[in-house]
């Protein structure tokens, strides 16, 4: 038997700052974030500053006092889990696809659609050309 509470994750890996806000151990993904950058997490007994560190079945995480292990289970998923995870992969999916389907490229912080690009061009050379812009 473990020594340690067993968390299950239907996803791996997952992000170690999903993972904090999910079980609970902090109280939403900023602190998370926040509480990993300052060197206040361990994994598997060694401090970590990746937000991001991929967490896999068998990682103890310790936090504030608090201790889990970490165990792969596909068929458990808590209703905080889809809206932290499934739902935000499906959604950076969803932005993906959009991008490649209508040529969206982002350039210091602005979206700028690559159709209204290729329109201005077009236009351009149609009037160098002396057509009409209709």
Same mark, same amino acid.
């Given at each position: ?6 968390f ?24 998370? !974030?926040t ?7 361990? &994994? ?6 990746? /937000?991001? %560190?991929? #967490? ?11 201790t ?6 596909p ?7 889809i809206?932290?995870?499934?739902l935000?992969? !499906?959604?950076?999916q969803?932005?993906?696809e959009?991008k &490649? ?6 350039? /210091?912080? %602005?979206? #700028?659609?690559?159709f ?7 236009n351009?050379?149609?009037s160098e ?6």
């Amino acid at each position: 038997m473990s020594e340690h509470p067993i968390f299950d994750i239907c996803v791996e890996p997952i992000e170690l700052c999903k993972l904090l806000k999910i079980a609970n151990m902090v109280g939403g993904g900023g602190e998370a !974030k926040t509480m990993i950058s300052e060197g206040n997490v361990l &994994v598997n007994d060694e401090v970590t500053v990746q /937000k991001r %560190k991929k #967490i896999r079945h068998g990682d103890i995480i310790q936090y504030n006092g608090k201790t889990i292990k970490v165990a792969y289970n596909p068929g458990q998923k808590s209703a905080e889990f889809i809206n932290t995870v499934v739902l935000a992969s !499906k959604k950076e999916q969803r932005k993906k696809e959009l991008k &490649v389907k209508y040529g969206i490229f982002h350039l /210091k912080h %602005k979206t #700028i659609p690559f159709f209204l690009e290729t329109m201005e061009l077009c236009n351009y050379k149609r009037s160098e050309k002396g057509e009409s812009l209709k």
